[in-house]
Structure formats: structure tokens, C-alpha cells
């Protein structure tokens, strides 16, 4: 094994004890540091994770012994926290989105490129078991040519008011779709060409951006993409949907579903009935013949694993910074990512096609 690294994980909320968590468990982690800018509240999740931590960065970023960071911070501050952690010669994983704006994605890329330091964004589908059976069956040739693809996401409002969240600038589309707009690049495989999103008006009034959304996608190869999303159908929950008692969520109104549709078959993952099927399309002699050719389904004690593996992601990535291998998921691709939901964001605002030509 090679040698092991010291980390640092920065914010140390829900998601920043999830980075914890997997440090911990992480066999190429050997010491870990947390961050929180308040002395007090770091002392406190200190005590309750079990780390070290400090409410002075310069400790971390002047840590030769430090390689790489986790940065599990609210959006605003991912820009200015990556950047500073990039010139200080860190690895970094940062959490999505990349900034809230496009032009801090670009300076978040700029500072990449100058320093041409080591940045993986937090697209964890890339490692979820559920996305990657699907982008596996889609390059097996198993469903042709993927043409059109489908997500339909509901969730319960559990950003809360007068939280970061539900008071950002930054919209929905990059906070709770980049992922899956990000799935859809990724299932189609070929460059977005433009983007047609629009919103109805809002349910949760005490949200500083809309709370549903309707983004149409065209990709240069002739596919087409669809993402319907609403955050406030689904009975609420007390937490985090995604860690929240599944067996409750299948069936209150929760869907996290992708339909991928292909020339000669279909894929569907479906999350809140832990399954992933697949149809295979033949040429009958009167009709286009469909049949399910495959379901695979998961365990509770798997959820994670299939379909949020923050956890799996942040191991491979201390193994990939401690063997010096560089990030798996380009930043570049995450960037394209990001660019689809400025522009998204940017045809809601003024009700026209955005042509991705137009973001650079
Ligand atoms: N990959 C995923 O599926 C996923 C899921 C949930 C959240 N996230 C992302 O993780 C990030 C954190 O989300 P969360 O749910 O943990 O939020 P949270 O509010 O629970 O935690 C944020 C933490 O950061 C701390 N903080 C605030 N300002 C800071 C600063 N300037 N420097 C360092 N720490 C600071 C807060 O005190 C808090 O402890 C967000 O960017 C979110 O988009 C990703």
C-alpha cells in the first residue's frame, strides 16, 4: 500500500460528518483535521465526530503534512475555500455545486488550471452502484444508442427557512440537480447543444428561488433529455430525504427515477423501490416487441452504496491522492455540468433557448 495521507474536511455539518466518517474509515487516511470558522462550534463538532479540529485555516492550508481537503461548506463559500486550498498545494475534493454563479465556476477552473492542482467535484453518482450498473448497461450496447432520457425527482422541502439554503442566491438547479443533469451528460454521452428550462411559480414562498423546475435538454448527437423536479409534494421529513426511512418514502409522494431510452432498449432506476430493470426492444414480425430483460434489486443496508456513496467517492478519493493518480471524474467534464445548469438557470430567467455556446 502506498502511504497513507493526513486530510483536512472543511465545514463540519451533516455532510462534512459523512466526510468524516469515511476519512475514518479510509485506509489510506491517517490523520484527520476539521474545520469550522467558529471556535466554539468547532470545539463542539470536535467532541461529537471524534477529530481534531481548528477555527484557524491557515493551520490547515500552512500543514505540509496536509494533502488533501474535503470541503463540505455551505455554496457560497466552495469558490473562495477551494481556490485557497488549490494555491496552498492541496488536493481537493469540493462538494457540489461548483460556486453559484458561472462566473465563480470559471474562477474556481481558472484557479485549477493556473495551479494545476488536483480537483474532483462531488459528483458522487459517478460511484453510486445503481447509476454505474446503468452507464455499464448503456456501454455494453445493451439498450443501442441511449436517445432521450427522463428524471423525475420529488422530494419534501427540508431546507427549512432562514437556513443557507432556502436564503441562497444560488438556484436549486445547482444545489439539488447538478447531479442529475450530470447523470443525463453522462448517460447520453455526447455534448449538450442547448437547454429550454422553465418554472412554475413558487408553493414554498420562503424560498429566495424557485422550488420546481422543467429542463429540457438537447444534445449534439440528436438526443433529448427531460428533468422535472419539485421540493414539496413528498409528505416532510424530519431529515435529509435521502437518509430518511425508505419503506416511508416509497410511496408519499418521493421519486428519484431516471428513464433512459435507447434504440433497442430502455433502462429505469428507481430508487425509492430499490430496483434498476431494463427492456429489450426486438423487431417482431407485426410490431416493435418489448420485454424486461433484467431487474436487479438492492437491499436496505445497501441504500447508500447504490445510490448516495459520498462515503464510497471520498475513500477512492484519498486512495487515488495518496497513489498520486489524478481525479476520476475530469473537472472539466463536472464543469460542463455545472455550465448545463447556469444555463438552465439562465433560460428560466429569460424565457428563451440557451445555446451552451453562449456559456463558456
Ligand atoms: N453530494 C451530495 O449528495 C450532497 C448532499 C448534501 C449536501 N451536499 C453539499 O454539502 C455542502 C454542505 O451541506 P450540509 O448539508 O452539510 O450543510 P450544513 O449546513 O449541515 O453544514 C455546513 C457546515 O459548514 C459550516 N460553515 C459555514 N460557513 C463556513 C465556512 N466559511 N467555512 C467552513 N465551514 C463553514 C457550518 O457551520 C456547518 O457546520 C453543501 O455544499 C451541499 O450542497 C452534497
Not at 147 to 165: A, D, G, L, P, Q
Not at 258 to 281: L, N, Q, Y
Not at 287 to 299: G, K, V, Y
Amino acid at each position: 500500500m502506498s502511504e497513507q495521507i493526513n486530510v483536512a474536511v472543511l465545514g463540519l455539518g451533516n455532510m462534512g460528518a459523512t466526510h468524516v466518517k469515511a476519512a475514518i474509515e479510509s485506509p489510506w487516511v491517517s490523520n484527520i483535521i476539521g474545520y469550522e470558522p467558529d471556535s466554539e462550534r468547532a470545539e463542539q463538532r470536535g467532541s461529537e465526530l471524534k477529530i481534531k479540529t481548528t477555527s484557524n485555516l491557515d493551520e490547515i492550508l500552512n500543514d505540509s503534512s496536509i494533502s488533501l481537503i474535503y470541503i463540505a461548506t455551505p455554496n457560497p463559500t466552495h469558490v473562495e475555500l477551494t481556490t485557497k486550498a488549490l494555491r496552498a498545494g492541496k488536493a481537493v475534493l469540493c462538494e457540489k455545486p461548483m460556486g453559484e454563479s458561472l462566473e465563480e465556476a470559471r474562477e474556481m477552473i481558472a484557479v485549477q488550471q493556473e495551479t494545476n492542482g488536483w480537483l474532483q467535484l462531488g459528483f458522487e453518482l459517478h460511484y453510486s452502484t445503481l447509476y454505474k450498473k446503468a452507464k455499464d448497461w448503456i456501454d455494453q450496447g445493451l439498450i443501442g444508442d441511449p436517445v432521450n432520457t427522463h428524471c423525475r425527482y420529488y422530494c419534501s422541502e427540508f431546507h427549512k427557512k432562514n437556513t443557507w439554503r432556502s436564503n441562497s442566491e444560488g438556484s436549486l438547479i445547482g444545489e439539488k440537480l447538478s447531479h442529475y443533469l450530470d447523470g443525463q451528460r453522462w448517460f447520453i454521452g455526447s455534448p449538450v447543444e442547448s437547454v429550454y428550462s422553465i418554472t412554475a411559480p413558487k408553493v414554498v414562498k420562503y424560498f429566495n428561488h424557485p422550488d420546481n423546475h422543467q429542463i429540457n435538454i438537447k444534445f449534439a448527437n440528436g438526443a433529448i433529455s427531460t428533468l422535472i423536479f419539485n421540493m414539496f409534494m413528498p409528505e416532510t421529513d424530519a431529515v435529509d430525504p435521502l437518509l430518511e426511512v425508505m419503506e416511508k418514502q416509497s410511496d408519499d409522494g418521493h421519486y428519484l427515477q431516471f428513464h433512459i431510452f435507447g434504440t433497442e432498449g430502455a433502462i429505469e432506476t428507481d430508487v425509492f423501490r430499490r430496483r434498476i430493470r431494463r427492456w429489450k426492444f426486438t423487431d417482431g414480425p407485426e410490431q416493435l416487441i418489448s420485454e424486461i430483460a433484467e431487474t436487479i434489486h438492492f437491499n436496505k443496508e445497501d441504500d447508500l452504496e447504490w445510490f448516495h456513496n459520498v462515503h464510497g467517492q471520498n475513500i477512492r478519493v484519498s486512495e487515488l491522492v495518496a497513489k498520486g493518480l489524478p481525479p476520476e471524474t475530469p473537472i472539466l467534464d463536472s464543469y460542463e455540468s455545472m455550465k448545463l445548469c447556469f444555463a438552465a438557470e439562465l433560460s428560466e430567467k429569460e424565457n428563451r433557448i440557451v445555446n451552451l455556446s453562449e456559456i463558456k
